[in-house]
């Protein structure tokens, strides 16, 4: 017996150095491949393919033979074998069923062409998406259940960082699975369809991302879309009696969401938002649409990409670099407020326009929506309680689950100066997981940095607004956080000092409010200490308002419960 675990042992670390070499080039390959396919680059995407095929096979059938297998239920190096057998099986599977698949589908079905999208193609084509985001899946579903603890350090790393690109791979081809699937209908395949598009200005920030200043009718019928009506939220007015508002919501922000259009996202439940969105523009133009989509300057920047340079009716060009602070800065020092609805109202339709008549490369496309949809700058609501149960919890429906499968913090922004100064707001959040408590539940320490980097003095009287802070250049944030489902908010500190907050719940989560105001050049510190349901994750997740500048995150893990 020990003459064979010798020999065993000795053939393992033969077909190791093998296993390892392949292992690592293999995952390198495929996360070189994975970016090229979410960056629209097939050419050089199918000769990685091919280099990748070869580095999977090789590792998978190292890892394979007999020796290999009683090493990995041997002590010691065992759980170290068979985590690099499940590795090379996955990236294997990656190479020779995903990623061929993908790189053969026929993706232009999912942009415009000559103003109209080709719905019957996108039938056609959506079996072949839902089986090349099902092999995605598996793979993604296969890495994330790979322990890393006793992996050498190469191999781990390795497979952190294929961990990541696969993600956002799943997160593309989940997408346009979804996309392929839901745009028939939605575009008017069974009929005509009618839609608001309502612009966020995360310079005036909201929950979900910014005050909705502007918007349009978008009419679809048979994959041909055109935009019709254009107007303000100011225009739509102030509604007495209010709308309805949930009465949780309510509890947290009295009658605001359903007496201002600007105010029906102060809540992060999108669903919510937008169905008061849709009741006031229905009040005041007796017009009933379908659904409401809500973007915001920065998908400008993501799709301008895309299209390349569009100009605006005036002779004012956008940029994929410029546009944000074309739209959000530069603007605001030269206009007044309704020419600024205006500026923003036309950019959007310049870059709609460029969308459904210029000839777009599909997959840069899809990774501009992805990354849009995936830093939530993108959300959707259907009128339609079949559709939206189609959408699910998905990102773009910016539903705030009742449930967490990981244990979710909330921080959402809501603008308190009156102002427009949200543009030079610098937030950063890190997440600390605590130690497993005797009942199930963990502490999560969360800390918010708000850092402001608006000048002391140049400003516009339409950039500084009300200036409800005093100083007309602070700038004050209603920073509310949420707990975990089923969780709660056990303390709140700011910048070390216990600090006064508003409280309440809001679908199943505890949220505490406080006020933040920042001076030019400085910054301040909020720590809240949240409690978790029972969990055994020793990871957890960060929910935030999209920023004109993004968010600097950290998550710091802990073991899992049952390690």
């Not at 895309?306 to 530069?330: F, H, N, Y």
Request: aromatic share 6%; glycine share 10%.
């Amino acid at each position: 017996m020990g003459s064979l675990l010798l020999l065993t042992g000795g053939w393992v670390g033969f077909r190791g150095w093998q296993a390892r070499a392949h292992l690592l080039n293999a995952a390198g390959l495929a996360r070189e491949l994975s970016a090229q396919v979410v960056g629209g680059d097939t050419a050089r995407a199918q000769r990685t393919l091919a280099a990748l095929q070869e580095q999977a096979g090789k590792a998978r059938a190292a890892t394979g033979d007999p020796g290999w297998w009683l090493g990995r239920h041997t002590p010691y190096a065992g759980d170290n074998l068979a985590a690099v057998r499940q590795i090379a099986v996955a990236i294997d599977d990656l190479a020779r069923q995903a990623f061929p698949l993908l790189l053969r589908t026929d993706l232009t079905s999912l942009v415009p062409a000559g103003g109209r999208l080709d719905v019957a193609g996108l039938r056609t084509v959506s079996a072949e998406l839902t089986t090349v985001n099902s092999a995605v899946q598996g793979t993604r579903s296969s890495l994330a259940v790979v322990p890393t603890d006793g992996l050498v350090s190469q191999v781990r790393q390795a497979l952190v960082d294929l961990r990541g690109e696969i993600d956002r791979l799943a997160n593309l081809t989940a997408a346009a699975d979804q996309a392929s699937r839901l745009l028939p209908a939605l575009l008017g395949a069974d009929g005509p369809r009618t839609y608001l598009v309502v612009s966020q200005n995360p310079a005036e920030l909201r929950a979900t991302g910014g005050m909705i200043g502007a918007y349009a009718v978008i009419h679809a019928d048979a994959g041909r879309v055109r935009m019709g009506q254009q107007g303000t939220s100011s225009a739509l007015g102030r509604f007495q009696p209010p709308l309805k508002v949930p009465a949780e919501v309510r509890r947290l922000w009295a009658d605001l969401p359903g007496i201002y259009p600007a105010d029906v996202n102060l809540t992060p439940h999108f669903p919510t938002a937008a169905a008061l969105y849709r009741e006031m523009f229905r009040r005041r133009t007796k017009t009933t649409v379908d659904g409401v989509l809500a973007v915001d300057p920065v998908v400008l920047s993501y799709l301008l990409k895309a299209t390349g340079p569009v100009m605006v009716p005036g002779g004012v060009p956008l940029a994929a670099e410029k546009v944000v602070q074309t739209v959000l800065s530069d603007s605001y020092q030269r206009m007044e407020n309704d020419e600024q609805d205006a500026f923003f109202a036309s950019s959007a339709a310049a870059v709609f326009n460029a969308l459904v008549t210029k000839k777009v490369d599909p997959k840069g496309l899809l990774s501009a929506f992805d990354r849009a949809v995936t830093e939530r700058r993108i959300l959707f609501w259907s009128a339609r309680p079949e559709e939206q149960r189609t959408i699910g919890d998905s990102r773009m429906a910016g539903v705030l689950p009742e449930k967490d499968t990981v244990p979710t913090v909330g921080v959402f922004l809501n603008d308190g100066s009156g102002a427009k100064l949200g543009y030079y707001l610098r937030p950063a959040a890190t997440l600390t997981v605590g130690d497993c408590r005797a009942d199930g539940r963990r502490e999560i320490r969360l800390r918010v940095t708000l850092r402001s980097s608006a000048p002391r003095s140049g400003l516009s009287k339409s950039v500084l607004g009300l200036g409800l802070a005093g100083d007309p250049y602070t700038i004050r944030t209603l920073v509310s956080v949420h707990s975990p489902a089923g969780g709660a908010v056990l303390t709140t500190r700011l910048d070390g000092v216990e600090t006064a907050v508003g409280s309440g719940t809001e679908r199943r989560r505890q949220v505490t409010t406080a006020n933040v105001e920042v001076s030019p050049g400085t910054s301040r510190t909020l720590e809240v200490t949240v409690l978790t349901a029972k969990t055994g994750a020793g990871t957890a997740e960060l929910w935030l308002t999209p920023t004109a500048t993004p968010w600097t995150t950290q998550v710091v893990s802990a073991p899992s419960c049952d390690q």
